[in-house]
């Protein structure tokens, strides 16, 4: 579980192939960032949940599976790459943020960035499908940071449209920064909704 309050950024040092799957190593940005941290533990990737498969001097490694690929932007990572990090929850910490189990709903495009006087907003598009599990000033997770639905359109065309706000802490301590128009990012939509949908659905079934 995480809050999608992202610690650190890291580098994607290589990608290598292994059949159907692939091993990235990453440099994580903060020193000792990885101290506590063991081989075996989980980590936000984009806030895509992975495992921690070793350790090496430069930083870590993790392996995607077909799976994962397929659902999240993890198969477009190359060397050069900065993704977003954080560590799983403690139980007892602080939480910050909200929900965020690391379960990859979808991969949305980011198709404009307007640059404001001291903050940005990102217009991103998704399928139209999943539109209902999106409320206006709920929490949403794209690629692993806890933000704020500021605006929904589900009127653009086959897609759904959402306009988040980036403060510029945000920009600072993750990888929007370096975000263009045409880039690709996962979205987790909120946990509690997705489950009150879902028990919306049953009863409707029985009904």
Not at 9 to 17: E, P, V
Not at 92 to 110: L, M, P, S
Not at 137 to 162: C, H
Not at 185 to 197: A, L
């Amino acid at each position: 579980m995480f809050t999608g309050i992202v610690e650190t950024t890291g580098a994607i040092i290589s990608a290598t192939k292994a059949g159907s799957n692939i091993r990235f190593v990453v440099k994580p940005e903060q020193k000792g960032y990885l101290r506590d941290m063991r081989v075996g533990d989980s980590i936000a990737i984009n806030g895509a949940c992975m495992t921690i498969t070793s350790k090496i001097r430069s930083g870590f490694t993790f392996d995607t599976i077909a799976e994962s690929l397929k659902k999240t932007n993890l198969g477009m990572l190359k060397p050069g790459s900065f993704v977003n990090l954080e560590r799983a929850m403690k139980a007892g910490g602080r939480f910050d943020g909200h929900f965020v189990q690391g379960h990859v709903d979808t991969t949305g495009t980011i198709t404009r960035i307007n640059k404001l006087r001291g903050s940005w907003e990102l217009f991103i598009d998704f399928p139209k499908s999943l539109a209902g599990s999106v409320i206006y000033v709920g929490s949403i997770s794209i690629d692993g940071i806890s933000l704020t639905v500021a605006e929904i359109d589900r009127t653009a065309g086959k897609q759904a449209r959402i306009k988040v706000a980036i403060i510029p802490h945000t920009l600072d301590v993750t990888n929007l920064g370096n975000a263009k128009a045409g880039d690709k990012v996962n979205i987790e939509f909120d946990m509690i909704g997705k489950y009150i949908s879902r028990i919306i659905e049953l009863n409707k079934l029985k009904a």
